[in-house]
């Protein structure tokens, strides 16, 4: 008997030669480098989505934020514009009450200068009155003097024609008489 001894079994029997390999390695690669690209594509959508989302929710907010200060902003212009208004009417009724004051005064004045005119009208008729008055008097004193410097009248003097000096009283109380050149003179 003899014996010989079974020959070796192949080693390599069920497994890919190293060409197979190779293919397989370059599927393989390939489909992860896809896998790759499209994670980063997802990513990317992700993050742009995130982003647009982000810029949009700021966008609103801004608006929202630029409406609540433009409402304040008319808030405070129309309050203001009350205040403005409440000023002016107090000026207007300020200025009125003014002029009004000032005509009052200016009338007041207009007629104290009226009356006075008046009254320095009165006074200066009633001067030339007395004045004239006095003229008359001191010529007929005269036509009485010659009158009785003439013989056939000496001595003689009619009834009431006696000469007493003339007095007056002027505007503010003072009593005048006429002096001896028929100017009048305040007695005293």
């Known amino acids: 008997m003899s014996s010989a001894a079974p020959a070796p079994q192949p080693l390599t029997t069920g497994m890919p030669d ?10 393989y690669v390939k489909m992860l480098d896809e896998q790759y690209k499209q994670g980063i594509a997802v990513l990317d959508a992700q993050a742009k989505h995130q982003k647009d989302y982000l810029v949009s929710q700021a966008e609103q907010q801004k608006k929202q934020f630029i409406m609540q200060i433009d409402m304040e902003a008319k808030q405070q212009e129309m309050a203001l514009e009350q205040q403005r208004q409440e000023q002016l009417m107090a000026l ?35 001067y030339e009155m007395e004045k004239a008055q006095l003229e008359m008097q001191q010529k007929m004193a005269k036509e009485m003097e010659r009158f009785s410097a003439a013989p056939q009248f000496a001595g003689l003097t009619m009834p009431g024609m006696a000469m007493a000096p003339m007095q007056t009283q ?18 005293s």
């Open 92 to 126: 207007q009724q300020q200025a009125a009450q003014q002029k009004a004051a000032l005509e009052q005064q200016a009338m007041q004045l207009t007629m104290e200068f009226q009356q006075r005119k008046a009254e320095e009208e009165m006074q200066k008729q009633q």
């Open 170 to 187: 002027v505007g503010g109380g003072a009593v005048y008489t006429y002096g001896p050149n028929g100017e009048l003179v305040q007695k």
């Open 18 to 27: 190293p060409m197979t390999i190779k293919k397989q390695k370059e599927a």
